[in-house]
């Protein structure tokens, strides 16, 4: 059996927000595994914030942009030690600099972007030049990039959070601002996929089996177990998928309705969402 510190006790609550007691016995019984503690105070019944694996960064600047024919988009995440250095306006302005060369060139990933040439050396030597001027670590610690029919772009709160939407048609006024639109929801609501198809089926089954256990908690039928379990999972679908979620300016409507309604046959193919920790 592990030893549980108060750190590690402290540390579960502020992934989860459950009380003290309830993250010392889930880490007793899970010998330390914050996964598995996670997993076994929601069989419990607790109600625990999502730690999301996107929280890449404290501090930095989050750039989305789109080519001109909106069929290219890039997320950047130029990662800094302060929100100081953060809003400073030549760091902004490296950040915005960075994503246009991202766009220009369309790089496979991170690495392949720093590799690229920024007035006569690569952004990597760039990034150096910058620590040296700013004395903090500077980083492409993110990048994004979405291409499709139509792509929108939204930034949210000063450079913290950016989001890509591809839609399957063709650009116009209505679709922009539905996209904008499906944007900030993904912006507030961090849906884990788009689809229920494309959520990995271990999650499914991890889901599965913890409203198994939850319906059990309950003291539910045997019999009736299977049943309400996967009615659990479909409200686990309908949170967690953005095409089920549901349209937070009208609860009437699905994502997927709502942008029906706009224009028929209308949808998302894909998305990026990147945030600051």
């Known amino acids: 059996m592990s030893t549980i510190s108060a750190a590690d006790v402290n540390k579960l609550r502020q992934m989860t927000g459950a009380g003290m007691m309830d993250c010392k016995k889930a880490l007793t019984e899970t010998n330390g595994d914050f996964d598995a ?14 730690a999301r694996a996107d929280r890449d960064a404290k501090e930095g600047a989050v750039i989305a942009k ?3 024919d909106k069929k ?3 997320i950047v995440l130029l990662s800094c030690e302060t929100d100081f250095v953060a809003k400073n306006e030549d760091f902004v302005a490296f950040a915005h600099q960075v994503a246009d060369i991202a766009l220009a060139h369309k790089p496979a990933d991170a690495d392949a972007l720093k590799a690229l040439d920024m007035g006569g050396l690569p952004i ?11 004395g903090e670590k500077i980083d492409v610690s ?11 772009p939204y930034i949210h709160g000063s450079n913290r959070l950016g989001v890509l939407v591809a839609l399957n ?11 904008k639109d499906v944007a900030m929801q993904i912006a507030a609501l961090n849906p884990l996929a788009l689809d229920k198809d494309d959520i990995d089926p271990a999650i499914v089954a991890r ?6 256990e939850q319906v059990k908690a309950e003291g539910k039928p045997e019999n009736m177990i299977e049943k309400i379990a996967q009615g659990k999972l479909g409200k686990f ?4 998928t953005l095409m089920n979620q549901e349209f937070v300016k009208d609860s009437s409507k699905t994502i997927a309705q709502m942008l029906d309604g706009v224009e028929k046959g209308l949808t998302v193919t894909s998305f990026k969402r990147v945030a600051l920790g």
């Not at 048609?169 to 996209?179: K, L």
């Not at 679908?237 to 967690?240: G, L, W």
């Open 37 to 50: 503690a996670v997993d076994y105070l929601r069989k419990k019944g607790q109600k625990v914030s999502a």
């Open 66 to 68: 789109t080519s001109a």
């Open 72 to 74: 290219t988009g890039v």
């Open 124 to 134: 990597s030597e760039r990034l150096i030049e910058q620590v040296g001027k700013i």
């Open 142 to 152: 993110r990048y994004e990039i979405v291409t499709g029919e139509n792509i929108v």
């Open 169 to 179: 048609n063709a650009a116009t006024e209505a679709n922009f601002t539905a996209g």
């Open 207 to 212: 889901e599965m089996e913890i409203a198994k």
């Open 237 to 240: 679908y309908k949170e967690s």
